[in-house]
């Protein structure tokens, strides 16, 4: 059974430093990877989607890197701003299509 | 555009009570699913349903009862509602559930569902 770690829970920095989320996840057979950011009280994000056969995609100051075989992603964040303040999820998709979360990071930049 | 819709988007009701969410996705895709974010904001896959035919269903009460009159909608109706219900809905599409391809998977705003 697949199961998704996410760590920190939470994290808190001060604006401008460059930081990283890990995701660690059970079973190695995913179809791709997918990271998400939640504000308060509204929908999710698409930020960035890894596929299998991937290593890294990179998105303005976002990069997301997998290395399947050991079960892990990690999504760097470069020179934070307190706008990136959010939930980020970390979610693997398997055989019929389904997202498996992880529980998140929930990210704090501080001016 | 709005690409992945719900409504309502905040629903409060009494135990016991039926309801139902709607969803359409206008992105043309096969694949639509629900999820259930819980208190804990701890989200799970419920349904998942591919050009109107159910895909996955994970063990979820049959007091919930998804329905699909095409590819575009994918609406959820709850009987009897308990407290434990009680949680955010997300309704999500996707192009197809197939493992070729990105298929990047896309979230419409939620639904909170109270129950009282």
């Known amino acids: 059974k697949q199961e998704v770690t996410q760590i920190p829970a939470a994290l808190s920095v001060p604006e401008g430093e460059n930081l990283v989320l890990n995701c660690s996840f059970t079973?190695?057979?995913?179809?791709?990877l997918q990271w998400f950011r939640q504000d308060p009280g509204k929908g999710l994000t698409s930020l960035l989607l890894?596929?299998?056969?991937?290593r890294e995609q990179t998105s303005g100051r976002l990069n997301a890197s997998l290395d399947k075989s050991s079960g892990r992603s990690t999504l760097y964040i470069a020179a934070s701003q307190p706008g990136d303040s959010a939930t980020y999820l970390c979610?693997?998709?398997?055989?019929?299509?389904?997202?498996?979360f992880g529980q998140g990071t929930e990210l704090s930049v501080k001016p | 555009d709005t690409a992945v819709s719900q409504t309502p988007k905040y629903l409060v009701t009494q135990m016991g009570n039926d309801k139902s969410i709607k969803c359409e996705q206008n992105?043309?895709?096969?694949?639509m699913y629900w999820y259930k974010q819980d208190s804990k904001k701890f989200l799970k896959i419920m349904f998942s349903?591919?050009?109107?035919?159910?895909?996955i269903n994970e063990t979820v009460p049959n007091r919930f009862s998804p329905k699909s009159p095409d590819k575009a909608h994918l609406n959820l109706h709850i009987n009897s509602l308990e407290l434990g219900d009680s949680a955010v809905y997300f309704c999500?599409?996707?192009?197809?559930?197939?493992?070729?391809?990105?298929?990047?998977?896309?979230f419409g705003p939620g639904t909170r569902l109270t129950v009282l």
């Open positions: 079973d190695s057979a995913i179809y791709n």
């Open positions: 979610a693997v998709r398997s055989q019929g299509g389904k997202l498996i």
């Open positions: 890894i596929q299998s056969s991937q």
């Open positions: 999500a599409s996707s192009q197809d559930y197939g493992s070729g391809g990105a298929n990047e998977q896309f």
């Open positions: 992105l043309g895709h096969d694949t």
């Open positions: 349903y591919n050009n109107k035919e159910l895909i």
